[in-house]
């Protein structure tokens, strides 16, 4: 699910952070830098790891940046395909189910990796499972699930982050640049609810217990 990545990069320390040990001033600009960002066919960046190794800074003529060549580690996500992640239903459409991981939203489950027989309840807006044995299953939104990773997907970014109109009204939004496609149709996926011990074994197991200790007695 993380890997480690190793980059090169030149890092820019401003002179707001000239206070700072230098190595902790270069630990914050990488994590400003990089942390919950996008590296195209890499994954998503979560944190620094640590620093391999460092140049000398130089002043920026004209900037009063010091700049410095850093190779370092970033701890990322990005998990193999067939993966199996727990996630939680984040909200759900027409299309399918939107997994929120705590760190990331950018997990989509569509209808078709779904289990057969799944229907999308307008007005609950939730997905309902209709089962063989005629009980019907809900992924509620906020549930506990179990997904395995079916693919990833890239998108090239546009230069600009949105678009407006005349009167400022936001005509278009930058869209994600990768986001992981999950399927729940086998057995033990979706809602971990579905899969936990009934009610009933709890109950039977209760009443053992209670017999054996009226033999003891």
């Known amino acids: 699910m993380f890997i480690l990545t190793t980059i ?17 001033a270069i630990k914050d600009a990488i994590n400003t830098k990089y ?10 960046c979560l944190c ?35 993966e199996i992640l727990y996630g939680r239903i984040k909200s759900s459409n027409e299309e399918g189910i939107i997994l929120d991981l705590d760190f990331t939203s950018e997990v989509f489950v569509p209808y ?40 990833e997907e890239w998108y090239d970014q546009k230069p600009t982050i949105e678009q407006k109109d005349d009167e400022g009204n936001v005509i278009e939004t930058r869209g994600t640049a990768w ?25 039977e197991e209760g009443e053992e217990d209670v017999e054996m200790d009226d033999a003891e007695e």
Do not use: C, Y
């Not at 090169?8 to 190595?23: C, H, M, R, V, Y």
């Not at 942390?35 to 998503?44: D, E, F």
């Open 8 to 24: 090169e990069d030149l890092i820019q320390i401003t002179p707001q952070e000239f206070g700072k040990p230098s190595a902790q």
């Open 48 to 82: 620094l790891w640590d620093i391999l190794q460092t140049s000398e800074g130089l002043i920026g003529h004209g900037t009063g940046l010091v700049n410095v060549n850093v190779e370092f580690r970033m701890t990322v996500f990005r998990p193999f395909r067939g």
């Open 112 to 151: 078709t990796n779904l289990f057969e027989g799944s229907d999308f309840d307008q007005t609950e807006q939730t997905w309902i499972w209709k089962h063989e044995g005629g009980s019907e299953l809900f992924f509620d939104r906020g549930e506990s699930v179990l997904f395995k990773v079916d693919r």
């Open 179 to 203: 986001r992981l496609i999950g399927l729940m149709n086998f057995s033990g996926l979706g809602p971990t609810l579905w899969w936990e011990p009934g009610e009933e074994d709890g109950e």
């Open 35 to 44: 942390s919950n960002k996008v590296i195209q066919n890499v994954g998503l």
